[in-house]
């Protein structure tokens, strides 16, 4: 289950929403995840190892849903936003305002309210003005591939079918 707390690229972890992540593939859900470290052209080497294997969830889309496709360089453009963006440093932000207070007093400070990252402000953005089922974005981790975020509340009843489960040891 989805955690609206869970902070995360598209979330700040207000609890406003909670998201499903999908990747079209596993070894771009593994990247992701931080399973993998690599580049489909420099290779793969595993990443932390975790307690156990690593599971992948198959899902198909039953349904037409409505999703923004920030992967379209005319929804960027039309957002305001690009690919540097969506896919760039989003944790930083975070970490930052939670510093910025103990820093001596002649250093600049993070302004208030910026400890959102743009991506997070764009997602809350989407979930606040529209009624958008989720977004399509660049993987940070594989640059030829789209990511799909759903908004967990706003999926129809059986808008996902569980096609099976592969687990990863790494």
């Not at 399973?35 to 932390?48: I, R």
């Not at 510093?99 to 991506?119: D, N, W």
């Not at 606040?128 to 399509?136: D, I, R």
Request: charged share 10%.
């Amino acid at each position: 289950m989805p955690s609206a707390a869970a902070r995360n690229r598209f979330n700040d972890g207000s609890g406003t929403f909670s998201l499903l992540y999908f990747a079209p593939e596993p070894v771009t859900a593994l990247l992701e995840a931080v399973a993998l470290y690599g580049s489909y052209a420099s290779g793969f080497v595993p990443g932390p190892p975790p307690a156990s294997g690593w599971t992948v969830f198959r899902y198909q889309i039953a349904q037409s849903l409505q999703i923004v496709d920030f992967a379209n360089p005319a929804v960027r453009s039309a957002s305001n936003t690009t690919t540097q963006e969506l896919t760039g440093d989003w944790i930083g932000y975070h970490h930052r305002a939670l510093y910025s207070a103990a820093l001596p007093p002649h250093l600049p400070r993070v302004m208030p309210g910026h400890s959102v990252a743009p991506t997070q402000r764009l997602a809350s953005d989407l979930y606040s003005s529209t009624n958008a089922h989720g977004l399509m974005s660049p993987s940070a981790k594989a640059p030829t591939i789209a990511n799909l975020a759903l908004f967990f509340d706003r999926l129809p009843p059986s808008s996902l079918i569980h096609t099976g489960t592969a687990t990863i040891v790494l």
